[in-house]
């Protein structure tokens, strides 16, 4: 599985920004799909997660209510959407695929997107 995220960029605290993760292969179903992220000195760490259905979805507790996730699986890609956006959003994020069950550790994951950047200014 090959993934490549996308949509990173400079926001305004306050705001809004979708980001997308497309996948290669005729499985992308199989497959949960996570996202985490990385500021700059500090560990990855989890941001959210998807089942292959789609049927369940797992937040950390730092975005919760403010982050959401979806998934097309006729379009091989998920989309988490972040709103209300903090300075301490401020990260490289990345997705990853896993077969099931979701999990928040990142070595649990078997594959990486090439991560996108996320700069919230204050």
């Known amino acids: 599985v090959q993934l490549q995220a996308f949509g990173g960029g400079l926001v305004q605290a306050g705001g809004s920004l979708g980001l997308s993760c497309a996948a290669s292969?005729?499985?992308?179903?199989?497959?949960?799909m996570g996202w985490f992220r990385q500021a700059p000195g500090k560990e990855r760490e989890f941001v959210v997660a998807?089942?292959?259905?789609?049927?369940?979805?797992d937040y950390a507790d730092s975005v919760k209510g403010r982050f959401t996730i979806s998934r097309d699986n006729t379009k091989n890609t998920v989309y988490p959407q972040m709103n209300s956006l903090k300075p301490e959003d401020t990260a490289v994020y990345y997705c990853?695929?896993?077969?099931?069950?979701?999990?928040?550790?990142?070595?649990?994951?078997?594959?990486w997107g090439q991560g996108t950047e996320v700069t919230v200014s204050s």
């Open positions: 990853a695929a896993k077969r099931w069950p979701i999990t928040v550790l990142p070595y649990d994951y078997d594959y």
């Open positions: 292969g005729r499985t992308f179903s199989s497959y949960a």
């Open positions: 998807i089942t292959g259905s789609g049927g369940r979805t």
